[in-house]
C-alpha cells in the first residue's frame, strides 16, 4: 500500500498537517479545487508555515481531483458542507481499502462521506489545534492543541500513526472518538449560535448566563437519550471554562457570518435538532435558537442548510 498522504482541502488544518508531513519527509500531495487553483499553487511555489514567526514553504506536490493515480491514503480537511461530494468525485481513485480521515467540524458529515465510499475506511477525528490563513497558500501555526482519531466501526488503529508522531502532530487513537465529537458538538452549539446573534466575542457570552445554562441543560439532555452520557457530563462547567478561556476571540461561526461565508449550521446546532426529532425530544430553546439563526442568516443572503 502506498505512504502517500493526499491531502483534499488547503485551508488551514489541512496546509497545517500538510507542512508538518512534508517537515517529517513524508509522501505528501495536495488535491486542488481546479486548474487555475493548481496553477495559482505553482506560481506561489508550494505552502508556507508561519510558527513562532518564522515561515518556511514546502514545494509540496499538487494535482486536481481528475489525476489518474490511486489514493491509499486520504486526509479530507474541507469544510463539512463540502465534503461528501469532494470525496464522491474522488471516490473512482480510491484504492480498496483505502483508509480516509475525516477532519469535519460537527456530525452528519462523516456518514455522509462513508456512504459515498463503502469500500474505503473512515477515521473520524477531532481537533482542538488552532490555525489560521492570512493569505493564500500561507498557514500561520495559532495553537497548541490535540487531535483524537476513532473508527466507530473498527477499534484497531492504523499503521500509520507513527507519521503523525514524526511530524510532531499530538494525537491519541480513542474507541470512543463519538464522546469527542458529541462533546465538540454541543459545545460549538452552546456557544458559536449565541455569538452570531449577540454580535460579540465569546467572552460576551458572560452577559447571557441563563440563556447559556438554558441551552447546556437541553443539550445535556440529548446527549444523554442519544446514548453519550459521559459526553453531557458537566457540560455547563466546560462551557462555561471555554467561554472564558477564549473570552477574547470570535468563533469561527461569528467569523464566517461576518465575512459572508457559509456556515456549518447544518451540522452543528441542525444535526442536533434533527437528531432530537427522531428521539422524540422537543428541546425548545435550541430549537427556537436553530430557527433564529436560520432568519438571521437567511436576512443576510446566506446559506442556512
Partial sequence: MSSTWHILGAGSLGSLWACRLAQAGKAVRLILRDPARLHAYE????????HNGQAQRH????????????????????????????????????????????????????????????HARCIFASSTEGAFREADWQVNFAGHGFNWLGDPANPLPPDWLDDLTDAGIPHQ?????????????????????????HAC???????HHCEVATLCAELAELLQHCGQPEAATDLQVEVERVIQATAANYSSMY??????????????????????ARHGRHLAHLERLHRRLVEHLNARGLPSD
Avoid at 43 to 50: E, F, I, K, N, P
Avoid at 62 to 68: I, L, N, S, V, Y
Avoid at 177 to 185: E, F, N, P, V
Fill in 43 to 50: 506560481a506561489a511555489g508550494g505552502l508556507s508555515l508561519v
Fill in 59 to 118: 514545494a509540496i506536490p499538487a494535482e486536481t481531483a481528475d489525476a489518474g493515480t490511486p489514493i491509499h491514503r486520504l486526509l479530507v480537511a474541507c469544510k463539512a458542507y463540502d465534503a461528501p461530494a469532494a470525496v464522491a468525485q474522488l471516490a473512482p481513485r480510491l484504492a480498496r481499502n483505502a483508509e480516509l480521515v475525516l477532519l469535519q467540524n460537527g456530525l452528519g458529515s462523516q456518514d455522509e462521506v462513508a456512504s459515498q465510499v463503502p
Fill in 173 to 197: 487513537w480513542t474507541p470512543d472518538i463519538l464522546t469527542r465529537l458529541w462533546r465538540k458538538l454541543a459545545l460549538n452549539c452552546a456557544i458559536n449560535p449565541l455569538t452570531v446573534l
Fill in 201 to 207: 466575542r465569546n467572552g460576551g457570552l458572560a452577559e
Fill in 255 to 276: 467569523q464566517d457570518v461576518r465575512q459572508g461565508r457559509r456556515t456549518e449550521i447544518h451540522y452543528l446546532l441542525g444535526h442536533a435538532c434533527r437528531v432530537a
